[in-house]
């Protein structure tokens, strides 16, 4: 990876954090769907970082999250769990020889990520809401808050997503 890539990923990861700890962490609607938008972080990183170094990352990412909702690692096991969802989804779907750098809107088309972003989005929020519950007598009430959940924080990526969006000339 070139400086650059690897600049543009740490402002990209604090501009997401900022905005969900400061902005978006209080915001839920009924108790019932709260956007997570810095899974776009995790997203959006280069299709050719190591596997290990994703872990570290999608860890990092979870553990600075934890600090500041005062969660006893939910948000780590859910980023690490989205990570292993990624590193399956891409290695069944993108071909080694790839010569896209990230897995955006633009790079890889509309249904590729849509796809993508429903699956990595869904397995963060199954982890998130079920360890944060954790029991099954609420399994009504969880499902349908990781749907809702799941459902507002995919319209906010795809929406981002658009924002900057750049289709890549073929």
Known sequence: MNSRLIIANIIRWLIL???????????S??????????????????????????????????????SFYDTLGVHTSACVALAFVRILFISVTVRDGSDEPEPTLGNMGFKWFLLYAVLCIFSHHITL????????????????????????????????????YNRKVR
Do not use: H, K, W
């Open 29 to 66: 609607f009924y108790n019932m769907a709260t956007p997570f938008v810095y899974v776009l972080f995790l997203l959006l990183l280069p299709f050719g970082i190591p596997n290990i170094l994703l872990y570290l990352i999608a860890f990092g990412t979870g553990l600075t999250l934890d």
């Open 17 to 27: 954090l900022l905005f969900q700890i400061l902005i978006l962490r209080n915001m």
């Open 129 to 164: 809401f079920f360890l944060e519950t954790f029991r099954l007598t609420e399994i009504n009430y969880t499902l349908l808050r990781c749907a809702l959940s799941s459902i507002l924080t995919l319209f906010v990526v795809i929406l981002i997503e658009f924002v900057f």
